[in-house]
C-alpha cells in the first residue's frame, strides 16, 4: 500500500506539489489524472525517493520514504517516464544488473530474469545489445527491470507513452495481471482513455492538488457528469477558477 499525507514540493518559485493526500490500495489499480504540470510526476519521484518533499508525509508498505528510503526502493518497481536503458547491454544483462541491485543473487537472478523475460515476451530480442531497440522494446525491457525483484508495489509514469496500438494493449493486460497477483498498481497519465480503461481508482491532480478522487463511478457522481472526460473537466475547471 502506498500512502500520501499533505506533500508538498517546490522548485524555486514554482509550487508542483500542493498538499497532495490520496492512498494507493493493494490489489487496485490507482491513476494519477492530470493535465502536464499538473504534479503527477512529480509526486511520484517523492515516492520512488528520488527527489525529497519540502513538506508532508509518504510511505510504502508502511516506511516511510524520508527516513527508510531503502526499504521503500526494495518494495518498489518503478517505471519513470523516457526510462533508458544502458544501450551497450543487452536486454538480460540490463535486467540482471538491476536485479543484482536489488540483491538478487546466482540461482534467484537468473530464475527471476528469466521470469520476466518470459512474461514480457523478451525472448526474442534478450541477447541483444539495447542500443536500436524500439520504443515498445525499451518499455518492455525497462518494466522488466522494474519487476524482476518482484516487488509488491509497481510505479509507472506514462508508461504507454509512444507506443503503438498493439504495444499499448498488451501493457494494459500485463498491469490487470499485476493488479490480480495482489499488487499496488499506481501510474500517472494524461490520457483520459488509459485510465478509464484500467483504473479502480482516480486520483484527480490539477495544479499541485487533489481536485476530486475515487472510483470512476464516484467522480462522475461527485461531479454530476454522465462521462468521465466531462467530470475531468469540470474537477479541473473549478481548480483553474481558483488560482
Do not use: W
Amino acid at each position: 500500500m502506498i500512502e500520501v499525507q499533505d506533500l508538498h514540493k517546490s522548485f524555486g518559485k514554482v509550487r508542483a506539489v500542493r498538499g497532495v493526500s490520496f492512498r494507493a490500495r493493494d490489489a487496485r489499480i490507482t491513476g494519477l489524472l492530470g493535465p502536464n504540470g499538473a504534479g503527477k510526476s512529480t509526486t511520484l519521484r517523492v515516492l520512488y525517493t528520488l527527489i525529497k518533499p519540502d513538506k508532508g508525509r509518504a510511505s510504502v508498505d508502511s516506511h516511510d520514504v524520508m527516513t527508510d528510503a531503502l526499504a521503500v526502493r526494495g518494495r518498489m518497481g518503478v517505471l519513470p517516464h523516457n526510462a533508458g536503458l544502458y544501450p551497450r547491454l543487452s536486454a538480460r544483462e540490463n535486467i540482471e544488473f538491476f536485479g543484482r541491485m536489488n540483491g538478487l543473487k546466482k540461482a534467484a537472478l537468473k530464475r527471476n530474469t528469466d521470469r520476466v523475460i518470459e512474461m514480457l515476451e523478451i525472448g526474442e530480442f534478450a541477447t541483444r545489445r539495447a542500443k536500436g531497440f524500439s520504443q515498445g522494446q525499451r518499455i518492455k525491457v525497462a518494466l522488466a527491470r522494474a519487476m524482476v525483484h518482484e516487488p509488491r508495489n509497481i510505479l509507472l509514469d506514462e508508461p504507454t507513452n509512444g507506443l503503438d496500438v498493439m504495444a499499448t494493449r498488451s501493457l494494459r493486460t500485463l498491469i490487470r495481471r499485476l493488479r490480480d497477483e495482489g499488487k499496488c498498481v499506481l501510474f500517472s497519465s494524461h490520457v483520459m482513455q488509459e485510465v478509464a480503461a484500467l483504473c479502480d481508482e482516480i486520483v484527480i491532480i490539477g495544479s499541485g492538488r487533489v481536485v476530486a478522487a475515487g472510483t470512476p463511478d464516484q467522480i462522475r457522481r461527485n461531479t454530476g457528469e454522465d462521462s468521465l472526460e466531462d467530470a475531468f473537466v469540470r474537477a479541473i475547471g473549478s481548480e483553474e477558477g481558483l488560482e
